[in-house]
């Protein structure tokens, strides 16, 4: 069974940092790329940065770009978003997903349960 | 970045009615294209992928078309467990974008 389980999330300062976790299983994790988006409270969805299969490849919101680092380690099966100078902004759910294809150009076809991220003072 | 728009923002149906769900593009996804359902306190699941596929397990009442920049997705007859807001998102290049979701609530 394919499963995302996203950690790490919490309440922290404005600029704060907090490194969410995303870690995989059933899957072969080095064939994929790995999605984070996230969700605003009582907001729609927004994408904030991908990694490919080998982690050499990285891309990011421009809302988050400066700020955030994705990361993969195909050792643990896991996924890292480094989020550095939070804002309240940046207040959301998070959630890890799996893009469907190897390619990396597909849509997602696993979500993990998401992690609550709160940026107040 | 291309916009992706959804309408209506709000879809107000009883359970069996047949349920339209559109969502455009500022500029051509080619058939990259998606639909997500969403319901409270969970994360979205995807309905549909490549404009017209089901995903696994999903029912055949949940259908999708469309090209360019126009897409649909179609719910032949409403059922309870249907009623969640729906995305619609375009994976043709970075940065993938999602729309401003749909509600479809009971009337």
């Known amino acids: 069974e394919v499963q995302l389980v996203e950690s790490g999330g919490g309440l922290v300062q404005p600029g704060g940092s907090l490194r969410l976790s995303c870690a995989a299983s059933?899957?072969?994790?080095?064939?994929?790329?790995i999605h984070w988006v996230r969700q605003a409270p009582g907001k729609g969805l927004e994408w904030v940065s991908r990694v490919n299969t080998d982690g050499t490849s990285t891309s990011y919101a421009d809302s988050v770009k400066g700020r955030f680092t994705i990361s993969k380690d195909n050792a643990k099966n896991t996924v890292h978003l480094q989020m550095n100078g939070l804002r309240a902004e940046d207040t959301a759910v998070y959630y890890c997903a799996r893009v469907r294809d190897f390619g990396g150009n597909s849509d997602f076809d696993y979500w993990g349960q998401g992690t609550q991220v709160t940026v107040s003072s | 970045e291309i916009v992706m728009t959804q309408s209506p923002a709000t879809l107000s149906m009883s359970p069996g009615e047949r349920a339209t769900l559109s969502c455009r593009a500022s500029?051509?996804?080619?058939?990259?294209f998606a639909w997500y359902q969403q319901k409270p306190g969970q994360a979205p699941r995807v309905l549909i992928y490549?404009?017209?596929i089901r995903a696994t397990g999903i029912p055949a009442r949940f259908s999708g078309s469309g090209s360019g920049t126009e897409f649909t997705l179609t719910i032949s007859s409403l059922q309870s467990e249907d009623f969640a807001v729906y995305y619609c998102q375009h994976y043709t290049h970075w940065p993938v974008t999602f729309g401003g979701g749909t509600k479809v609530e009971i009337k």
């Open positions: 500029q051509s996804v080619n058939n990259k």
């Open positions: 490549d404009t017209s």
């Open positions: 059933g899957f072969t994790f080095t064939n994929y790329w």
